[in-house]
């Protein structure tokens, strides 16, 4: 009985010290959401206004730019996905990777080959151990990524698509990017989204409607979407980078609640069953020694 006594505090002592380490985790979560969720507010109107600039210039001009017209057969597809570094943020990382497999399967069966780019070492491991081949990686950045990061990424997924099928590049013919969206501390989605060609679905502003403004492009069109749609590509991918670290840390923020709400209840029940464990040893040594005192008088009782 003892040694079931010993087992049950040494699971209790190994339960707190899990616990104090996810509590740890969680507070830190929860203090770095807060900066993520500000960077995320500060990217989200350039990058919306930058989405409007390049609109209107590619709805309101005759050209045709190879960032915004789609090829007739396109052969290629650029998938870039972006997951986290560290793991204990629940099904975080693997949501956004199932919606990369859903993605990729409806290429497929476009007949699109599709190439997997790929931000954060959960999916670079998930795609290794498959031995899958990998257009790009980056790693290290995913809880707190920084323009320059974002940059790094877009003007790699630019100069593939602009690479002809005969380059090193082996050029493609369309760019999208599989993120999660930060809704709020306990809802967050992952969204796939065409970017290349160009494809505007964020725009709230109203369709016009009537006479349609006319622009004026200087020095012209085509130079104007060759200095605007690099800048656009790196703020949306940067913005979604945002997105994806505040979701990374919400959904470990909440992963490690859960794991240490848990730990208490562990704690709690093997509380009881240690205390049972205690008690049925103290019946035992009790019943033992009125057994034994039992025992001495009948033996006094015989002798006399």
């Given at each position: 009985?003892?040694?079931?006594?010993?087992?049950?505090?040494?699971?209790?002592?190994?339960?707190?010290?899990?616990?104090?380490?996810?509590?740890?985790?969680?507070?830190?979560?929860?203090?770095?959401?807060?900066?993520?969720?500000?960077?995320?507010?500060?990217?989200?109107?350039?990058?919306?206004?930058?989405?409007?600039?390049?609109?209107?210039?590619?709805?309101?001009?005759?050209?045709?730019?190879?960032?915004?017209?789609?090829?007739?057969?396109?052969?290629?597809?650029?998938?870039?996905?972006?997951?986290?570094?560290?793991?204990?943020?629940?099904?975080?990382?693997?949501?956004?990777?199932?919606?990369?497999?859903?993605?990729?399967?409806?290429?497929?069966?476009?007949?699109?080959?599709?190439?997997?780019?790929?931000?954060?070492?959960?999916?670079?491991?998930?795609?290794?151990?498959?031995?899958?081949?990998?257009?790009?990686?980056?790693?290290?950045?995913?809880?707190?990524?920084?323009?320059?990061?974002?940059?790094?990424?877009?003007?790699?997924?630019?100069?593939?698509?602009?690479?002809?099928?005969?380059?090193?590049?082996?050029?493609?013919?369309?760019?999208?990017?599989?993120y999660t969206e930060f809704q709020s501390m306990m809802t967050q989605n992952p969204l796939a989204k065409r970017m290349l060609p160009l494809e505007v679905?964020?725009?709230?502003?109203?369709?016009?409607?009537?006479?349609?403004?006319?622009?004026?492009?200087?020095?012209?069109?085509?130079?104007?979407?060759?200095?605007?749609?690099?800048?656009?590509?790196?703020?949306?991918?940067?913005?979604?980078?945002?997105?994806?670290?505040?979701?990374?840390?919400?959904?470990?923020?909440?992963?490690?609640?859960?794991?240490?709400?848990?730990?208490?209840?562990?704690?709690?029940?093997?509380?009881?069953?240690?205390?049972?464990?205690?008690?049925?040893?103290?019946?035992?040594?009790?019943?033992?020694?009125?057994?034994?005192a039992d025992a001495l008088a009948s033996a006094s009782a015989g002798s006399e």
């Amino acid at each position: 009985m003892g040694a079931q006594l010993r087992v049950y505090r040494r699971r209790m002592r190994s339960v707190k010290a899990t616990k104090k380490i996810t509590k740890a985790m969680e507070l830190i979560s929860a203090s770095r959401i807060v900066k993520a969720q500000q960077k995320v507010w500060a990217s989200t109107p350039y990058a919306n206004e930058l989405t409007r600039a390049v609109s209107a210039l590619a709805t309101y001009s005759s050209t045709d730019h190879p960032l915004t017209t789609a090829e007739e057969d396109p052969q290629r597809a650029a998938v870039l996905i972006i997951s986290a570094d560290r793991g204990m943020a629940g099904a975080y990382s693997n949501n956004a990777i199932k919606e990369g497999e859903q993605l990729a399967t409806l290429l497929r069966e476009r007949g699109l080959q599709v190439r997997p780019y790929l931000v954060g070492r959960k999916a670079v491991n998930y795609y290794k151990f498959r031995n899958r081949d990998v257009a790009g990686t980056w790693t290290g950045f995913s809880d707190s990524p920084t323009y320059e990061d974002a940059k790094e990424v877009a003007d790699a997924l630019i100069k593939a698509f602009l690479a002809d099928a005969s380059s090193e590049d082996f050029g493609i013919d369309e760019i999208h990017i599989i993120y999660t969206e930060f809704q709020s501390m306990m809802t967050q989605n992952p969204l796939a989204k065409r970017m290349l060609p160009l494809e505007v679905v964020e725009t709230d502003a109203p369709i016009p409607t009537g006479l349609l403004p006319m622009y004026e492009f200087e020095p012209d069109a085509n130079r104007v979407l060759d200095a605007l749609l690099p800048r656009y590509i790196a703020a949306r991918i940067f913005n979604a980078m945002l997105q994806s670290a505040a979701s990374e840390h919400a959904a470990r923020r909440r992963a490690m609640k859960s794991a240490t709400d848990n730990a208490d209840d562990l704690i709690k029940s093997l509380t009881r069953l240690a205390n049972a464990a205690r008690q049925a040893e103290i019946t035992q040594e009790i019943s033992e020694i009125v057994g034994g005192a039992d025992a001495l008088a009948s033996a006094s009782a015989g002798s006399e």
